[in-house]
C-alpha cells in the first residue's frame, strides 16, 4: 500500500488501549492544530481517557507510512448527565424551546474531537477520518461543537450537509462563542 497524495498510508480504528498508547501524539495534533497554549495537552488528558469509557466511543486514526499519526477523530453516544449534553440542552431550550432540544438531543453520536495536523489538512484526511468515524453509528443524528468563524473545519462540516443547531452559544467556562452543529445519519455516499 502507498501514501496517497493527501500523505496518509493507512486509517484505522483504534481500541481504547491503542488510543490510550496514542494519547500524547493524539493531544500535540490537538494543541497545535487549535493553537492552544502550552500545559493544555496536559489538562485536558483526564477528560480524554475519561471520554474512551463511555458508552458507543469509537475512534478513527489516519496513519503515515512511519506509523505517525496525520489526525485523528472520535466520539461517542451521548446521553442526559454528560456535561456537554447538559450545556447544549440548557442553551437549545432557551434559544429554541423543549422539543427542538429533545429533538436534537434524544438519540445522538457526540463528534467530540475531530484534529488533523495543519501541514495535513486541506487535503482530505478530515472528511475520510469523518465518514469512517460515523460509518454505521446507530444513532439518527450527529452533533458537534466548533469555534464560530471561517475555518476548514466548517467548510467540511457545510460540505458534508450539518446545519445550525444552536449559534453563538458561551459554554461555562470559556469567552469563545460556539456553534452546535448536527445532522441525521447516516452521510451519503461521497
Known sequence: MTATSSGCFRYVQLSA?????RLPEALAIYVT???YPDGTAEQRAPMWLTHALRAGWRCMAALDADDQLLGIAYGYKGRAGQW????VR???TRRSGAPEADRWLTDYFELTEIHVR???QGKGIGEDLLRRLLDGVPSANVLLSTPEGTSRAWKLYRRLGFLDVLRDYHFTGDPRPFAILGRALPLEAP
Do not use: C, K, S
Open 33 to 35: 492544530a487549535m493553537r
Open 84 to 87: 456537554w449534553h447538559e450545556q
Open 17 to 21: 488501549d491503542e488510543f490510550r498508547a
Open 118 to 120: 495543519p501541514e495535513n
Open 90 to 92: 440548557q442553551g437549545l
